[in-house]
């Protein structure tokens, strides 16, 4: 045998000749010198290897017998890192160079023709019991079949196959190295999903082999891999129970994962990939079901670990859900399960823990209702899975309503809350014993001792309640045509509840909190109730508690502000005949009594949200207010009322509007608010009145809630029914002729909700004579407005900008000509004028930046000339005559760009290229001013009073040598 220097020496010759042929036919001698593949000691490859690929390397195989079965082992396990090397090339040289003739693809390969990758995939089968090489082997092997794009067939298959069996039977995987364990897990993978290989068909004992293969896995890597792997292998080979127990053994020694991903880690690896993997191995196969149910059910008991109990609970309700209660526990399983359920939730000192325990049993419960349908047979029910542990749920709930008060009671009659929430049939079992026995002990409760018994029954009662509406909107969502679970004993429940209220026996504190548990649930029963004067009663006993309440000043009202509008909205959503009733009821009385009128607002406010129904009910009762007392009566609250209505059906448009699923009747519903307000109840309040009417004396504090009602109408009509109808009377009405050119604040704000919640489009089809009068409306704001001195609350500026903003063609030149040309440019120059002219064009900039209008960029390039004045007043030597105007004009540039880079005007303006202005007001002055000013010299006081100009302070007093 030769000397190992000799055989690398021999076998790289060969390399490089064989592949000197090659290289000569395909593209000349001119390249045949070249060395394409040297061979020192270590494995080094030239990537120009572009022959016949994996052919030219199974004639390497066939010429390179002697060194790939030499009897040392470092000289065949070199001999095959060769001969991957090679094969690694091929693959990434056919990859990259596309094939001098096309041709149809291969089904079976697409590297090389079958035969050659049939023989290739044979030697590396047949080698993986050469231990010492089989590293290599399975890197090789990896290569070859990474390299199919598709399934294989014919002998290509059966080589494939009997190489990845060969793997699991005759390789030692856990002796290996973690990269190489990975490159056989990996193997299995591409058998099992990409390649489709029979694996487990011909071969008994593969299973078996995996266990072996995968026992005693330690890293995460391969760990998830071998987690993934195993629901393919189960639903394979899975056939009895001893083989479903050896592969339980394997994997389930994991559970719990306790996985802590290292500092530095940089595979990605999580505990929650790690475990949601586990799960799924768990709860893959029927066969698995009852180990892995004995599994969760001692870790239950014993564990000591939140972590633990938690995914024990996780495996228990995955198993219901994908296997059925009766199918995976049966009626003995389950009542094994209810029992440790109510450990962890009567027992368990961990919130996380009780609360998904209650969530497990809900969902066992409901599982098992679904399974029994709708058999109406009692010996069915009795027979099944839900039956059983109801029963047992019933005895054990009978106890504990003995003492509510007691905590250990509290917890276990949460069970009874997780069956009344579940399913209706499981409600069947529980509801009506339930609330008959807290009935009882409510009513039998007396004297100081008996507080604490009455009012844990209560909050039970409540409870109860709040789970029985969650079991209606399922049932709802579910199927139309069903009763509410409540609706047979309602009424005594509820007479019970109004006695407690009526008739308490307590005072002080206890009295009081009575009191509000009893009124709790009243508002849960009032949408059940039929009765009408059962109805009023109890509202009008929620409303007696607002009233007083809201006078006392008592914290509580904020809670009962919340039970009046969910009480509101419930019975609406609930159509109940009463509904509309106490609506107008309460509406009366916040309307007569001023004191009360903020706090019902909001609770009417949030009824409107909850509800759009509502609101329109609300809006039929203000409107007949309206009509009834007109305005000598308190038309402000009335105003408010209607804006109320308007404000909050936008903004749950608004809201839905912004959600991927909105509801289509909801939205229309909405939309049909808006268009009520634009074609009927403004134009109907605006009919008798002028503009300068608006001013007097009876209508002053309709104005706000009047501006606030067009704007809002305006957002939320949009192009649709009456807006433009809608626009042009609001113009009609503020752009009348004659009249004053001083206008309101209040005049002013309703100018501003027309000109800036109008649609464009609205605007623009106006005719030629009413765009007229849009333009003698902007020369009268300008008129009354005071130059000299800026008056915070007056709006003129947005109104005109909101104008320009709108309008197109000629009614924008002729505005621009008039606004821009003739009234506040001329005024620049003028000092007394400078500082107000200069806030205004800004607004004028932003409005047409905003819109992309040209114009716009030429009044900003008057703020640009005033920054450019910098130079002179931050220079070294400045001149101290111009110091002080120069440093004014600059600061009337920065002040410009502090107007069109404000955010606080965004509600003015629809602007769709808003991030024009903002990337302006950065770029021109952060990044050349201020870098400017941060580097004036100390003695130049021009520039430190600049410096405290543009950040509105004053600035240090100049000394006496610039003086």
């Known amino acids: 045998m030769r000397p190992l220097a000799d055989v690398q020496r021999g076998f790289g010759f060969f390399?490089?000749?064989?592949?000197c042929k090659v290289l000569s036919a395909h593209g000349g001698a001119e390249r045949a010198d070249k060395p394409i593949l040297l061979f020192d000691g270590r494995r080094e490859i030239v990537r120009e290897f572009p022959c016949k690929h994996l052919r030219e390397a199974e004639r390497v195989v066939e010429q390179a017998q002697s060194v790939l079965i030499n009897e040392q082992d470092e000289v065949r396990n070199r001999g095959i890192t060769l001969l991957n090397e090679v094969i690694s090339a091929s693959v990434i040289l056919l990859l990259l160079t596309p094939p001098p003739h096309p041709s149809p693809p291969s089904p079976s390969s697409a590297v090389a023709d079958p035969q050659s990758l049939t023989s290739l995939v044979h030697f590396y089968g047949d080698r993986l019991q050469d231990e010492p090489c089989v590293k290599e082997v399975l890197r090789g092997l990896r290569i070859?079949?990474?390299?199919?794009?598709?399934?294989?067939?014919?002998?290509?298959?059966r080589a494939a196959t009997h190489a990845v069996v060969s793997v699991l039977k005759f390789v030692h995987v856990q002796s290996l190295a973690l990269s190489d364990r990975h490159n056989a897990y990996v193997l299995v993978e591409m058998a099992l999903d990409k390649l489709q290989l029979p694996l487990f068909e011909q071969h008994d004992d593969v299973l078996g082999c995996w266990v072996q293969c995968m026992n005693g896995e330690r890293d995460p890597r391969n760990l998830l891999l071998c987690f993934r792997l195993i629901p393919r292998i189960a639903a394979a080979c899975l056939k009895h129970k001893d083989s479903a127990e050896d592969l339980f053994n394997v994997f389930s020694c994991y559970f719990p994962i306790t996985f802590t991903p290292p500092p530095d880690d940089k595979v990605g690896i999580s505990a929650d990939m790690l475990r949601e993997a586990l799960l799924e191995c768990l709860t893959c196969h029927f066969l698995l079901v009852p180990l892995s149910m004995d599994l969760a059910l001692s870790k239950l008991a014993e564990a000591e670990s939140t972590s633990c109990r938690l995914d024990s609970l996780d495996v228990l309700a995955t198993l219901a859900s994908r296997h059925g209660v009766?199918?995976?526990?049966?009626?003995?399983?389950?009542?094994?399960i209810w029992s440790s359920l109510r450990l962890q939730i009567v027992d368990s000192g961990e919130q996380e823990v009780q609360e998904r325990a209650r969530s497990c049993l809900r969902h066992i419960l409901r599982?098992?209702?679904?399974?029994?349908?709708d058999q109406s047979e009692q010996g069915g029910i009795e027979s099944s899975c839900l039956h059983g542990i109801m029963k047992t749920l019933k005895m054990q709930t009978a106890v504990d309503l003995k003492t509510p008060q007691e905590l250990r009671s509290r917890k276990g009659l949460s069970t009874v809350l997780c069956a009344v929430s579940a399913h209706p049939l499981s409600a069947t079992f529980v509801l009506h014993d339930s609330l008959y026995a807290l009935r009882d002990i409510v009513l039998a409760s007396g004297g100081e001792s008996g507080f604490a018994c009455m009012y844990a029954s209560l909050q039970v009662i409540h409870e109860i309640l709040l789970s029985a509406r969650s079991l209606w909107m399922y049932m709802k969502g579910r199927s139309a045509g069903m009763k509410h679970p409540l609706s047979e004993f309602a009424k005594d429940i509820f007479d019970t509840l109004t006695s407690v209220f009526v008739l308490d026996s307590f005072a002080g504190e206890e009295s009081s909190k009575l009191k509000q548990t009893s009124l709790q649930s009243i508002c849960e029963l009032m949408p059940v109730v039929e009765s009408r004067g059962d109805v009023k009663r109890a509202f009008d006993m929620l409303v007696g508690e607002f009233v007083a309440q809201t006078r006392n000043a008592d914290e509580r009202v904020s809670l009962t502000r919340t039970q009046i509008s969910s009480c509101l909205s419930m019975m609406q959503a609930e159509g109940h005949p009463s509904a509309k009733e106490v609506l107008k009821d309460f509406t009366a009385l916040c309307l007569s009594e001023e004191d009360l009128w903020a706090s019902s607002l909001e609770v009417l406010r949030t009824s409107f949200s909850e509800n759009v129904e509502v609101a329109?009910?609300?809006?039929?009762?203000?409107?007949?207010?309206?009509?009834?007392?007109?305005t000598s009566s308190r038309p402000g609250l009335v105003f408010v009322g209607l804006f109320s209505v308007i404000d909050s059906v936008k903004s749950k448009f608004t809201n839905m509007s912004s959600e991927s699923a909105a509801d289509e009747a909801l939205t229309a519903s909405c939309k049909s608010v808006g268009s009520m307000f634009a074609t009927k109840i403004v134009p109907e309040i605006l009919a008798g009145l002028s503009f300068d009417d608006l001013n007097s004396s009876p209508f002053a504090q309709c104005l706000d809630p009047l501006a606030g009602m067009i704007r809002a109408t305006l957002q939320l009509v949009g192009e649709g029914e009456g807006s433009r109808e809608f626009v042009s009377l609001l113009l009609d009405k503020c752009s009348a002729p004659g009249g004053s050119s001083s206008f309101s604040n209040e005049q002013l704000r309703i100018l501003q909700s027309v000109f800036t919640s109008a649609l464009p489009s609205d605007l623009r089809s106006l005719d030629a004579s009413k765009q007229g009068c849009v333009t003698k409306l902007a020369a009268r704001l300008l008129e009354g407005f005071e130059f000299s001195q800026e008056d915070q609350d007056d709006c003129r500026k947005s109104v005109l900008a909101g104008m320009m903003n709108k309008f197109d063609g000629d009614a924008f030149e002729s505005m621009y000509q008039l606004l821009v040309d003739q009234t506040l440019l001329p005024k620049v120059s003028e000092q007394k004028f400078a500082?107000?002219?200069?806030?205004?064009?800004?607004?004028?900039?932003?409005?047409?930046?905003?819109?992309?209008?040209p114009k716009g960029q030429v009044i900003m390039q008057i703020f640009r000339e005033y920054l450019m004045h910098i130079d002179q007043v931050l220079s070294p030597t400045p001149v101290v005559s111009s110091c002080s105007l120069l440093g004014l004009q600059a600061r009337f540039g920065v002040t410009g760009y502090e107007v069109l880079g404000s955010r606080d005007l965004d509600k003015d303006f629809s602007k769709q290229n808003h991030f024009v202005c903002k990337p302006l007001w950065r770029q021109r002055f952060f990044s050349q001013v201020s870098a400017r000013c941060s580097q004036t010299r100390r003695g130049n006081s021009c520039g430190r009073n600049f410096s405290s100009l543009r950040m509105d302070t004053p600035g240090p007093r100049r000394s006496q040598r610039h003086s």
């Open 15 to 19: 390399l490089t000749t064989r592949c």
């Open 144 to 157: 070859l079949l990474d390299s199919l794009d598709a399934p294989p067939t014919g002998d290509l298959s």
């Open 326 to 336: 009766q199918g995976s526990f049966g009626h003995d399983g389950s009542q094994q």
């Open 367 to 373: 599982i098992a209702a679904e399974e029994l349908g």
């Open 616 to 630: 329109k009910t609300a809006l039929d009762i203000f409107l007949e207010a309206l009509r009834v007392n007109g």
């Open 835 to 853: 500082s107000t002219v200069n806030r205004f064009l800004a607004w004028i900039a932003k409005a047409l930046v905003c819109r992309g209008h």
